[in-house]
Structure formats: C-alpha cells, structure tokens
C-alpha cells in the first residue's frame, strides 16, 4: 500500500468496529421463518445501494437464535464463488454464515468503511488472503485482521461527502450507457421495417407469393446421440440458432461419411436457419445466416434451413425480412402450444412474401448493412466506455483510500487521537456495564 497520509492511521477491522460471522437457525424449525427481520444472504447484497430490506425474513422466535447486527454494518461474503461481494446494510438486520459483518464503532463514519472494502486496496486482499485454499473462504480471524485506513473524523465526512456526489455521477453516466443499447435495438428494427415495407427506398413491393413459392424449407433430422463424433460435420441445432448469427459454444459432431449419406440436410454459405421450438425468446426472433466459417453442418431436428431459389428472392432480402417486426408478428399469430411454444413448417410455408424487383432488393440490403454498420460502431463505442466507466469507480474509490481525493486540513484532530477517545469509551461503557451485573446478581441474592 501506499504511504499514509498525514493524520491518517493504517488498522486491523477488528480495532475499529465489531466483527461478526452470520449464523442459519435450523429450517426444520418453520416457525423461525417468515416474520419481519431481514436475513441476508451473498445473493441480496448489491455493491451499489443501501439495503434496507431481504429476500428472506425471519421471525421473531428466528431472532432469538440469530446474531443481530446493528444498522448502517458492512456485510461482506467470505465464501465461495462470490467472495469480495460486498453490502451497505441501513437497517437492523441478520445474515447466514457465508457472511462476515462489521458495524464501525460511533463516530466512525460507516459509510467509508464500507467505501474502503470496496476500495481495490482491500477488496483485492480479500480476494488474495481466500484464495490459499481449495474452497475460497476468508474466516472471521482473517477478516478481522484485514488492514484498513482510517482518516480524521472530520476528513471522514468530507471524502464519504464527495465519494457520494462523485459516484452518483459515474451511475448517472453508467445508466445512460447501460440504456444505448435498447435504443440501437429499436433504430435497427426501424430500419428493417421501413426496408421491407418500401418506405426505406420509396419504391412499392409486391406479392411474390408464399414463402415456399420462393424458397425451399427443409426441417432437420434427429440423430442419434450414438451417431455422434469428436469431429466432423456440426449438428446445427436448436442451441445454435442465435440472434442472426449462428452461435457454437456448445456443439456437436457427426462423422462427415454420415453427413454425406444425409447430403439433403447439409448447410451452405448463405442458407437462413430459424428455430422451430420456441423462436421467439427476449421478443426476438431466433433466425440465423450461415457462413462459410460455420461449415462444414448438417441439420438437425426442429431448425428450419430456408434457400432462396434462383430467381425473385434474394436470400440478403429475405434474412432482413425475418428479421423484421412484420415478420415476427407473423410467427407470434402462427404458434402452437402454451408451455413449449412451436412453429410449424408448414405454417412458415404459407407466409407471404413481398417484395420489390430484385434490383431494388439489392439496393435496400447495401442500405440496411450500412445503417447496421452505423449501429454497430457506436455499439463498440459504447462497449469501450462501459468498461472504462466500470473501471472509473474503482479509480475513485483507491483514490479516496490513499487520502488523494479530498484535500486535506492540518486542524483535524488525527486518527489516533480518534482512536485513543473510542478506546477509551468502550473502556467505560465495560466497566459499568460490569458493575451493573455485579449490582444485578447481589441484587438477587438478597
């Protein structure tokens, strides 16, 4: 770590807060559960929000088995594949045992704790220190050891003040960007529409007749999982059907003799391929374009590969057709089935088909791959700022932990002095808090 700045205190957890490991009352006893005190868990905390509320509760019997943590702690999973996950918990609340906790002493300021465990600096050590064993795990003595920087009180409220004003603006920026996307989503099916409606060119379409009029449509084979190989010809199957392009993170084979004995169910550089169950998924249409770098494939059961004939429908016009709104809508009002939504070929078979002369679908197509290309570049764009605002939090918040992002005032009274007077406190509260018992128990003797 870097040098510390002045007035400042580098310190383990465990001296300037209580630690505390969560704990699960038993699920065998049902009346624990369902009350009003939350219970975190890894999967409810959120490294961007106040958390006020869980998705499980437990009851009031549940409390009485439970380790309470006080409001305004920071819940830190220490286990498992979601170590490091951190939350800001602003109520009185519980957690199971994945997470460690700590409630900084008053007048701590809460909130920059829970800054500096997101900070690189310890969120990286947390990371580090867990992964020395086989199943990643930080216990409560390691946690409680974790070192920690510690600013005067008073510098405390002015880098939480502008680590708050800072950071609403980065997710300000992040929304905006996160919100691009859909945007894009909605200009390209603008475009398609307009292109197969003829509004894009000006120029009329007419009916070319039924899709099987234009194009043949072919429905795969089921092979057999005994009719599989290591290499050879791709199976093109439902899983690999994507949002226009094909998709081959998980894949399958068959022996190129077979594929060669099933030649009528072989892909071809320019085929479309349109999933038959369920074609609709994220109010998308789950229609492909096969390239050359897809071959060598073979269909498979339940994809429908479409190829345009010689002449009246070029195959370019027609995959921007499919993925029109229009031609969506056509699939939506042609389904069968509730829970296993279907397309059947012979359905598809009778969409119409319009159209404009072959020349003008030529030029419509060189139109719609250069508005895409448009979209596509700011969609890079905006890829490229995301990450680079994803990684500006994290710029900030080391800032803020080595004392760079506030300036600083030679009149705060420093860290230690800070320590020395929550120290000293504590002491006193012990010591009463002893006498009290001792009053308690020859209270009850007499």
Same mark, same amino acid.
């Given at each position: ?51 006020? %509320? ?9 409390? &009485?088995?439970?380790?309470?943590? *006080? ?40 909130? &920059? ?27 409560? *003595?390691?946690?409680?050891? &974790? ?9 405390? +409220? ?38 197969? *409606? ?30 599989? %190989? ?97 031609? &969506? ?8 089935? %509730? ?89 006193? *509260? ?11 128990? +020859?209270?009850?003797?007499?």
């Amino acid at each position: 770590m870097s040098e510390l700045s002045k007035g400042w205190v580098e310190i383990s957890l465990q001296n300037i807060g209580k630690i505390q490991t969560g704990n699960t009352p038993s699920k065998k006893e049902e009346n624990f559960y369902g009350g009003e005190l939350s219970f975190f868990k890894p999967g409810d905390l959120n490294d961007n929000k106040l958390l006020t %509320s869980s998705s499980e509760k437990l009851s009031e019997e549940g409390r &009485l088995v439970s380790r309470i943590i *006080s409001p305004n702690s920071i819940y830190v999973t220490c286990i498992g594949a979601t170590i490091g996950k951190t939350g800001f918990i602003g109520v009185e609340a519980t957690c199971n045992q994945q997470i460690n906790t700590i409630s900084p002493y008053d007048p701590i300021s809460s909130k &920059l704790i829970y800054y500096f465990v997101l900070a690189p600096q310890v969120h990286n050590l947390i990371i580090s220190e867990a992964a020395n064993t086989t199943l990643p795990i930080l216990n409560k *003595s390691k946690f409680s050891g &974790l070192p920690i920087r510690l600013p005067p009180l008073a510098e405390q +409220k002015r880098i939480v003040e502008k680590l708050d004003q800072v950071l609403a603006q980065v997710d300000t920026i992040k929304a905006r960007l996160d919100g691009i996307p859909a945007i894009l989503k909605r200009f390209r099916q603008s475009v398609l529409a307009a292109a197969v *409606s003829g509004k894009l060119t000006g120029v009329p379409i007419v009916k070319l007749g039924e899709l099987n009029q234009c194009a043949s449509i072919v429905s795969g084979l089921a092979f057999k999982k005994s009719q599989y %190989s290591e290499s050879g010809s791709r199976l093109l199957q439902i899983a690999n059907v994507g949002y226009g392009k094909t998709k081959w993170d998980s894949c399958n084979f068959i022996p190129l003799e077979l594929a060669q004995e099933c030649n009528e169910y072989s892909m071809a550089d320019g085929d479309i391929v349109l999933a038959l169950n369920r074609p609709i998924t994220n109010d998308t249409l789950k229609v492909a374009w096969v390239e050359s770098s897809d071959l060598p494939a073979t269909l498979y059961q339940r994809v429908a590969r479409i190829r345009c004939k010689e002449r009246g429908l070029k195959s370019e016009y027609l995959f921007f057709l499919m993925q029109s709104p229009k031609f &969506l809508k056509l699939v939506e009002l042609n389904l069968k089935g %509730s829970d296993q939504p279907y397309l059947n070929t012979s359905d598809l078979a009778s969409f119409d088909i319009y159209a404009p002369s072959e020349m003008r679908q030529t030029e419509i197509v060189r139109l719609v791959d250069q508005y895409f290309a448009f979209a596509d570049t700011i969609e890079k764009q905006v890829q490229k700022a995301q990450q680079r605002v994803d990684k500006l939090t994290q710029s900030i918040l080391a800032k803020a932990f080595r004392g760079e992002l506030v300036p600083q005032d030679p009149t705060d009274e420093p860290a230690d002095e800070l320590l020395k007077r929550i120290a000293a406190a504590r002491a006193e *509260s012990e010591a009463l808090a002893k006498a009290a018992k001792k009053v308690g128990k +020859k209270t009850g003797k007499s």
